[in-house]
């Protein structure tokens, strides 16, 4: 590809389109995390002033459930002193740096996560059109790269600082370019390998890599006078290796403590995750997660070797708590595991920073099931996140779903959150645990378009045990979180209710498909139905109290604008959230058709308890 080729699809026409687009989300999102407030021109429209009052967006809108603005992209215009003015997000950021927070050390680096957004926008509307129909029909991999949007919240959500334009068509998943991985060779004075149980390191590594590529790395080593006994191979993104480690560990790759194998047979496409890849030249195999050192979404997306050590035994344990929880086998939850690990350490790194530096998180790998071998008779895979994709046409995935399932909506819907919400739940009530079930960590089974299963990912990582009672072994001792009371149910709250559902009720609403009141009374429907069918966890209900009048509103955007580089102390996640004011409980009041209801909430909704609402984990696609 020559230069200008590169760069082709930042047209004027593809630009503007981008802009309008990212121009509507920004003021949506805003002004749901309350950092600007929109008045009304006295002609129906929604009115938001930039900071030094000049200049005027206007913009007709819905607005939903949980504070959701829906804004219309068509009715969006922008004035300065009467004169009108293309949209430019860039400039909408500047204008409202004030109101937004924003330091002048985080400003530059956030108009640059602006701009990539937007160039990343570019590329996906000059590919060729595939409608929400001709989706919901296709393969795993073809919904995975075929996605329009990144995580719903996050206004600058595909930064990927560090990425040039070629490195974008080569790594970006929406280029669904195939990938092969460089492999090293590490020596084992520096780098550990870890795995579950009955897992071995020689037979696991020549069933991923296949023994002809095993034998060619061996015979590199024992070219260079190296035991191949003496090292352990560690798959590494081309990008990393190019950028990162040829220059950060040039002292460790000169003494032989690594030494570059080349790259594997296998071809790999980049998932939504970026550092994440699945095995396209045989789906069976394990995905492979690796170190990035690339700045998205206010982390740099490193692996630190020293956490990659107990993944195995996260899982593992993990796994085992499903398989006994009659509940959640009944959902038919399961997880794909992390079922080893390999981390190299740089001990001068080390030596010379904390246990959160991005320097400790340049070169680790962790090996993740595949959810290919589990499918039966006539099922196919998505990732949760296409169901908020909307083509360009507008109709939505989910729409799409619904229609190919020949199901009413609602009963469409109650599949959906019988296969997620509750297993969400349970875990929460039954034993204080909590995962970050965002659109990109749960893959959803299907069979003709209806929901069968949920799929769990990304466990060692985004799990966390909230409960002090709930056991667990001395290798998962790092997953037990301090938490507050009052913020405890927010994983929920938060993590499903606010930064996923609420954008799959607009949806469909807008489409016509399911109105927002049968949608929330569905979900309150399925949460007293799992409720009036576990009595023994009465007095965990009443202690969170899912059906609250209001609950905190814990902001994304806001985190990331504070501080793009880290938005979360790792050390502290729960204490790092930004919280501003409450939101009304879609689903407070609601009874189950029927009557019915839990005991220790009245029917109006008003805790018997008096417990208002309780909290949580943070929210964030990693």
């Known amino acids: 590809m020559n230069l200008a080729d590169a760069v082709s699809h930042l047209s004027p026409g593809r630009w503007e389109h981008a802009n309008r687009l990212l121009v509507r989300k920004a003021l949506a999102e805003f002004a749901h995390e309350r950092l600007v407030t929109p008045g009304r021109d006295g002609k129906g429209r929604y009115v938001v002033r930039s900071d030094d009052g000049h200049t005027v967006y206007r913009f007709a809108a819905t607005r939903r459930a949980l504070d959701h603005w829906q804004v219309d992209p068509g009715s969006l215009t922008r004035h300065r002193d009467g004169r009108a003015l293309p949209l430019s997000a860039l400039d909408l950021i500047t204008e409202l740096r004030t109101s937004l927070g924003l330091s002048d050390e985080v400003l530059p680096v956030y108009l640059e996560e602006i701009s990539a957004t937007l160039s990343g926008t570019c590329y996906k509307l000059a590919k060729p059109k595939v409608t929400a129909a001709e989706l919901a029909g296709s393969g795993f991999q073809d919904i995975e790269t075929g996605m329009t949007e990144g995580h719903p919240c996050f206004v600058a959500n595909n930064g990927r600082l560090g990425f040039g334009i070629h490195d974008h068509h080569a790594y970006a998943p929406e280029s669904a370019s195939p990938v092969r991985l460089v492999w090293l060779a590490a020596h084992r004075s520096r780098a550990v390998f870890t795995a579950g149980a009955g897992i071995a390191y020689p037979s696991f590594v020549r069933e991923e890599l296949g023994e002809e590529a095993v034998e060619r790395f061996h015979r590199q080593l024992t070219g260079q006078h190296l035991d191949p006994a003496d090292y352990l191979l560690i798959p590494v993104h081309p990008w990393q290796w190019r950028n990162k480690l040829t220059v950060a560990f040039a002292a460790d790759i000169a003494r032989r403590h690594l030494v570059c194998l080349g790259e594997g047979d296998d071809e790999y496409l980049a998932q939504q995750s970026v550092r994440t890849f699945f095995n396209r030249s045989n789906p069976e195999k394990h995905y492979v997660k690796t170190a990035l050192s690339v700045l998205n979404m206010g982390f740099m997306r490193g692996l630190s070797a020293a956490w990659m050590e107990a993944t195995p035994a996260i899982n593992d344990w993990l796994a085992g708590l499903i398989e006994n929880d009659p509940v959640l086998t009944e959902t038919g939850l399961t997880i794909i595991r992390e079922r080893a690990a390999v981390g190299y350490r740089h001990l001068e790194y080390e030596a010379a920073t904390d246990h959160h530096s991005p320097y400790r998180k340049m ?12 499918l039966r008779e006539g099922e196919s895979l998505a990732t949760m996140a296409s169901l908020l994709h909307v083509d360009q046409a507008g109709a939505s995935f989910a729409g799409a779903l619904i229609e190919r399932s020949g199901l009413a909506p609602a009963q469409w819907l109650r599949r959906y959150l019988r296969a997620y919400l509750v297993p969400v739940l349970h875990s929460f009530y039954a034993h204080g645990l909590v995962f970050m079930p965002h659109g990109e960590n749960v893959i959803l089974v299907l069979a003709d378009g209806v929901v069968r299963r949920a799929v769990f990912k990304d466990i060692a990582e985004e799990v966390a045990v909230l409960d002090p009672r709930t056991a667990l072994p001395p290798q998962a001792a790092r997953i037990r979180a301090e938490v507050p009371e009052e913020k405890r149910l927010l994983s929920v709250f938060t993590d499903v209710f606010d930064c996923f559902l609420r954008f799959l009720a607009a949806h469909l609403a807008a489409e016509g498909v399911l109105q927002e009141e049968d949608f929330w009374r569905t979900v309150a429907e399925v949460a007293h139905t ?36 880290q938005m979360v102390d790792l050390a502290d996640p729960s204490g790092a959230l930004q919280l501003a004011g409450t939101l009304r409980n879609p689903i407070a009041g609601l009874q189950a058709r029927g009557g019915g209801g839990h005991p220790g909430v009245r029917s109006s909704g008003v805790p018997a308890s008096g417990v208002q609402s309780a909290g949580q984990g943070t929210c964030g696609d990693r």
Request: aromatic residues 12%; hydrophobic residues 35%; contains cysteine.
């Open 363 to 374: 070169l680790a790998a962790l090996w993740r099931e595949s959810p290919v071998p589990s």
């Open 530 to 565: 799992y409720q009036d069918e576990h009595p023994e966890l009465g007095g965990r209900f009443r202690q969170y109290d899912l059906f609250a009048p209001r609950f905190p509103l814990s902001c994304l955007n806001r985190l990331q604008l504070r501080d793009n580089r």
